[in-house]
């Protein structure tokens, strides 16, 4: 007969072994550029063989889609198109800084890729934030960056007219822009000029559009939006079961594949852990809350929090 001790052991957590910590996040002259200009720039941010993985990915996708006359493609969901494409999802390069904004909740909110050929028909954007209009997150949470998204530069992009991105430094503060919908060059505005194999942190409540690309290069690059899990997905309702389970554990429940839609709001116990407390190792914050309190009902503050005490400073005009 089994012992007590071994028919009452609690089974071991699975995955424990594989917590980890998260990976640097924002030194403070990158949160210093990125609340001032809306835009934060990390130059040699991915290795050359990473780059050149992503850009083969990219033309699979193009190959066995309908191209346009004109050049223009873009695929939504992307990571779930190539596994060349999954380490994305929590790549080091950039995971650290969105945990930094969004911690325990964090979501991949879209993926994107967009190859921009040369041409007027490269279908520029006018003038617009991302996220809702009509009452944009500003309007309830004016200081706080509640979407942003990642820019994975694929090809060097410098040189303006190249159907770069454009945008105005520091207009992320502002809900109302004059320029809106319209694609008129405006004052103060500049067009992102980047290396290939940088990095771009953009708060999508900046005005921002794109240019015609009047070069003869075709541009290339890759988008990853993130926000709080309890903001709508935009690319997808849930992903696959089956390429799900060939992500690795923080990759998984970055996607936030919930069948209920209340479960992006409470995630599910077995979700926490996202990662570890950077300094600490720790799974919670110390002296918060009595003992009895589950890991899933346990607030864990988040870098931002610390970091809007350097004046995250919006004003809700
Ligand atoms: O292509 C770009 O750089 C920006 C596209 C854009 O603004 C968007 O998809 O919301
Ligand atoms: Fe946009």
């Not at 996040?25 to 050359?48: S, Y």
């Not at 949470?141 to 509640?146: E, K, L, S």
Request: with cysteine; hydrophobic share 40%; proline share 8%.
């Amino acid at each position: 007969m089994a012992t007590v001790s071994a028919t009452c052991a609690p089974p071991p957590i699975e995955g424990f072994r594989s917590f980890r910590r998260p990976p640097p996040g924002f030194t403070l002259g990158q949160w210093q550029e990125f609340q001032d200009r809306g835009l934060l720039v990390v130059e040699n941010a991915f290795r050359d063989q990473e780059l050149e993985a992503w850009r083969g990915a990219i033309l699979r996708a193009q190959s066995s889609a309908e191209i346009r006359a004109d050049g223009f493609f873009t695929l939504r969901n992307f990571v779930e198109a190539d596994p060349a494409f999954t380490d994305l999802i929590d790549h080091s390069a950039y995971v650290g800084l969105v945990y930094d904004l969004y911690g325990e909740m964090l979501k991949l909110q879209l993926s994107e890729l967009f190859v921009r050929a040369p041409g007027g028909g490269t279908r520029p954007e006018r003038w617009h934030i991302d996220g809702p209009r009509v009452l944009p997150y500003a309007a309830f949470a004016p200081g706080a960056p509640m979407q942003v998204k990642v820019g994975v530069w694929i090809t060097d992009m410098l040189h303006p007219d190249m159907g770069n991105l454009a945008f105005v430094p520091g207009s992320h503060r502002h809900q109302y822009f004059d320029a809106y919908d319209t694609d008129e060059v405006v004052r103060g505005e500049e067009q992102l000029l980047v290396r290939r194999g940088s990095l771009t942190l953009m708060d999508t409540a900046l005005w921002h559009r794109t240019v015609p690309n009047d070069s003869a290069v075709t541009r290339m690059n890759v988008y990853l939006g993130y926000c709080p899990s309890w903001l709508p997905t935009s690319d997808r309702e849930t992903s696959d079961p089956v390429w799900l389970a060939s992500l690795n554990r923080e990759q998984r429940i970055i996607m936030r594949s919930y069948a209920k839609a209340y479960s992006h709001a409470k995630p599910p116990p077995e979700d926490y852990p996202l990662f570890l407390d950077r300094d600490s190792g720790a799974d919670r914050e110390p002296d918060r809350y009595r003992d009895h309190v589950k890991l899933l009902h346990r607030k864990r503050t988040t870098a931002w929090e610390r970091f809007r005490a350097v004046a995250y400073d919006r004003p809700a005009n």
